[in-house]
């Protein structure tokens, strides 16, 4: 199957995907290890690593999920 990765969690990711999805595309949501945010966060960062980033990433799998 063929679809659109998009990375990381904020908000606006979840507006793109639920639009791309919309259109007929499949989506994957990437969430956790961010290797395109590289540049931005200044290495390959895994997220979720203490509690509060921990429940942060699990609420944007389920957003990313719905």
Do not use: C, W, Y
Request: aromatic share 4%; net charge positive.
């Amino acid at each position: 199957m063929d679809a659109i990765k998009l990375e990381g969690g904020s908000p606006s990711r979840i507006v793109a995907a639920k639009a791309i999805v919309e259109a007929g595309i499949a989506v994957m949501g990437h969430v956790g290890l961010t290797p395109q945010a590289i540049s931005v966060l200044g290495g390959f960062r895994p997220q979720g690593r203490n509690v509060a980033s921990a429940v942060k990433v699990s609420l944007f799998v389920h957003l990313f999920g719905n």
